[in-house]
């Protein structure tokens, strides 16, 4: 069982919908980063938040961090083909020096 | 965008030899770490360094040893390769732990046959 469970894992949608995604886990984390994996790449970040409750919006992109710190989300407006990808939240726990990765979510986008 | 190289980008071994992946930066990043990344389990952390001659484990280190001897290079050796182990491979440095952006490679795809 990993720390950080994403739902869903597969997400296919038409252009122009909106979408959340979810990132869960039961253990508390002092921070928290959104990255999106094209193929044959590694991860990018996106976005990192670190208060509870906390709000940051990248363009039609908007992140979300649980008040208790333990969950966050991504809600994307009107997706795109080009938001296609997969989706990984990281965690940093209070203690210790790891980052751990959500489960991922692979998101397509159709025209 | 940080420079990081791994190397070999694939390679297919067979079972119960050993197996050594490298990771090149050059951005002069305290951390550096080895992840593997299997479908449906997203990224899982094997080893980091935060320091030179200082690593650790992660949550799968059964089967895996680290080095790093130099700050600039992070060496992941699979002592003796099981099919288990057939995955992507991803390095990744930061400037510090935690809060701080996470660098990635593009990663090494290991086939053990």
């Known amino acids: 069982t990993q720390l950080l469970e994403q739902s869903p894992q597969f997400l296919s949608i038409q252009e122009g919908e909106n979408l959340t995604v979810y990132c869960n886990s039961s253990?508390?984390?002092?921070?928290l980063q959104w990255y999106r994996q094209e193929p044959g790449e590694g991860p990018v970040l996106l976005v990192t938040?670190?208060?509870?409750?906390e709000v940051k919006k990248l363009k039609r992109l908007t992140f979300q961090f649980g008040d208790a710190r333990k969950d966050s989300s991504l809600h994307i407006t009107a997706a795109q083909p080009g938001d296609t990808g997969l989706y990984l939240c990281a965690g940093a726990r209070p203690t210790g020096n790891q980052f751990y990765f959500g489960t991922g979510t692979s998101l397509t986008v159709i025209p | 965008d940080a420079g990081i190289t791994q190397s070999p980008r694939h390679k297919v071994t067979e079972t119960g030899t050993p197996v050594t992946l490298r990771c090149h930066q050059t951005?002069?990043?305290?951390?550096m770490y080895w992840y593997r990344q299997d479908p449906g389990h997203g990224l899982r952390l094997i080893h980091y360094?935060?320091?030179?001659?200082?690593?650790d484990k992660g949550e799968v280190s059964d089967g895996y040893s680290v080095s790093r001897s130099k700050t600039e290079d992070f060496l992941l050796t699979l002592e003796s390769a099981t099919s288990s182990q057939t995955s992507v491979y991803f390095c990744?440095?930061?400037?510090?732990?935690?809060?701080?952006?996470?660098?990635f490679g593009q990663g090494t795809r290991l086939t053990v046959v």
């Open positions: 938040v670190v208060t509870g409750g």
């Open positions: 360094s935060y320091g030179v001659k200082d690593t």
């Open positions: 951005e002069n990043h305290r951390y």
């Open positions: 990744a440095t930061g400037q510090g732990a935690l809060d701080t952006e996470a660098f």
């Open positions: 253990s508390v984390f002092s921070s």
